[in-house]
Nanobody, 121 residues
Framework: QVQLVESGGGLVQAGGSLRLSCAAS????????FAWYRQAPGKQRELVAL???????NYANSVKGRFTISRDNAKNTVYLLMNSLAPEDTAVYYC???????????????WGQGTQVTVSS
């Protein structure tokens, strides 16, 4: 199976920046799509951004132009660069990976444990 470990969260003032990282490890695997989700208190988990194996990206309207998702396939790592942060970006951010174990046609999913991002006004 694949394990995801996030890092890079923290407390930042409005207008500041943070970069989240998520590293995948485990059995021999191939990551198809990486994604970042977030969940604010009292709200549902929402998709923030995703990146496919081919490098195509998609963003939630609320973060377009401020957040950038990228991946390093050699390191099995995905990043989320967050600029111009606002208090409404405060949430727990979760990494998600859609992957296949080498030799298996089955697609599987994995979630990280989450990292807290707090933006003060």
């Amino acid at each position: 199976q694949v394990q995801l470990v996030e890092s890079g969260g923290g407390l930042v003032q409005a207008g500041g920046s943070l970069r989240l990282s998520c590293a995948a490890s485990g059995s021999t695997f191939s990551i198809n799509t990486f994604a970042w989700y977030r969940q604010a208190p009292g709200k549902q988990r929402e998709l923030v951004a995703l990146i496919t194996s081919g490098g195509s990206t998609n963003y939630a309207n609320s973060v377009k132009g401020r957040f950038t998702i990228s991946r390093d396939n050699a390191k099995n790592t995905v990043y989320l660069l967050m600029n111009s942060l606002a208090p409404e970006d405060t949430a727990v951010y979760y990494c998600n990976a859609d992957y296949q174990l080498i030799g298996s046609p089955q697609f599987r999913g994995s979630w990280g444990q989450g990292t807290q991002v707090t933006v003060s006004s």
